[in-house]
């Protein structure tokens, strides 16, 4: 699903139902630059920071809100980010933006159907708003391979089930990009005016233009990359690592914790099936060594990243050499595993 960068985020185009006027103060708009300035340099610390201290004075001020939500969202602090989403869409009924970013954090604690009523909403404000609508789809698509999957989990033998979510998983396997949020390219596209006064000066929602020919304030906003810090990077790496060590030691609780809730278990077995076969392999042999030499890191966003290196397998029984790649995705805090690649 597109995300603000839930992050983040890549090329994507989105516009707004209602025009926003701007401040008649400079100082107002040279605020928010410095804290946008500040959040594409990854500086999130001080970026909220200086937010907090603008909204102290100017606590209605829309799109210092709006970007603190980013903030928030980049620090995963997740609770913090949706009640900035939600006081915003409720401030801001006419705006399909805050629905669309918290239907990006619902999706990232798999609350699928609230994600779902949240975009359903943003297209209600604005029909034409084209990210909310790709999302929603993206929406029904892990919806529905819940819906295979718990149809192979009550029939193993279900080739329909198997082909669908197959399927499912291939089209999200060879997209670059997950669900998508949105965020300002400018601090300036939103006023520090009151919700009335906005709502009093929104024209009538109008078809989608190309950015380049958009004119209302409010419809230039588009999505910005996200930045990927070292410390990204770090955190993933030393999840793979960590994950080596759980199996190293034969702690197949720890090891089991580090794949994700919505795994692709190979050959799309049961997860159930899938643990015990991993819990056999692993309590068998009477040591273990896995070892994990030049780790590479590539992310498609700050919450998805591919992790290739070489894999030293040696226990009492084998010894292996191979490549692999781990898809991993960050829930939380926790970098965990959605999918692994042996060979690549």
Request: with cysteine; glycine share 4%; charged share 25%.
């Amino acid at each position: 699903m597109k995300t603000l960068n839930f992050q983040r985020t890549k090329a994507f185009i989105t516009a707004c139902a209602a025009a926003l006027v701007l401040s008649s103060s400079p100082t107002f708009a040279d605020e928010n630059e410095e804290v946008a300035k500040l959040y594409k340099q990854g500086n999130l610390a001080k970026a909220l920071e200086q937010a907090d201290a603008y909204l102290a004075t100017r606590p209605k001020d829309a799109q210092m809100r709006f970007q603190k939500g980013l903030i928030l969202t980049e620090q995963n602090k997740i609770a913090d980010a949706t009640k900035i989403f939600s006081s915003l869409s409720e401030d801001y009924p006419e705006l399909p933006e805050p629905y669309n970013n918290l239907a990006v954090l619902y999706a990232s604690q798999g609350q699928y159907d609230k994600a779902k009523g949240a975009l359903e909403m943003a297209i209600r404000t604005h029909p034409s708003y084209s990210t909310a609508h790709e999302n929603l789809g993206d929406i029904y698509a892990k919806m529905a391979s819940q819906a295979y999957g718990k149809a192979l989990q009550l029939d193993k033998g279900n080739a329909a089930a198997q082909t669908k979510l197959a399927m499912i998983k291939d089209l999200f396997s060879g997209r670059a990009k997950g669900i998508q949020t949105v965020s300002a390219k400018s601090p300036s596209d939103l006023s520090a005016q009151s919700p009335e006064k906005i709502a009093e000066k929104a024209p009538e929602k109008t078809a989608e233009k190309p950015v380049s020919e958009q004119s209302s304030i409010a419809e230039k906003w588009v999505p910005e990359k996200s930045v990927i810090s070292d410390r990204d990077a770090n955190e993933v790496l030393k999840a793979v690592n960590a994950w080596a060590k759980a199996w190293s030691e034969k702690d197949v609780a720890a090891y089991l914790a580090f794949y994700a809730s919505d795994f692709h278990t190979p050959r799309g077995t049961s997860r159930s099936t899938w643990e015990k076969s991993r819990h056999e392999r692993i309590s068998k042999p009477k040591s273990i060594q896995v070892e994990i030499t030049n780790p590479k890191a590539s992310f498609t966003d700050t919450r998805h990243a591919k992790v290739s290196f070489k894999q030293s397998y040696h226990s009492d029984a084998i010894k292996t050499t191979t490549t692999k790649t781990l898809e991993m995705v960050k829930t939380g805090e926790k970098w965990l595993i959605k999918q692994e690649q042996v060979g690549r």
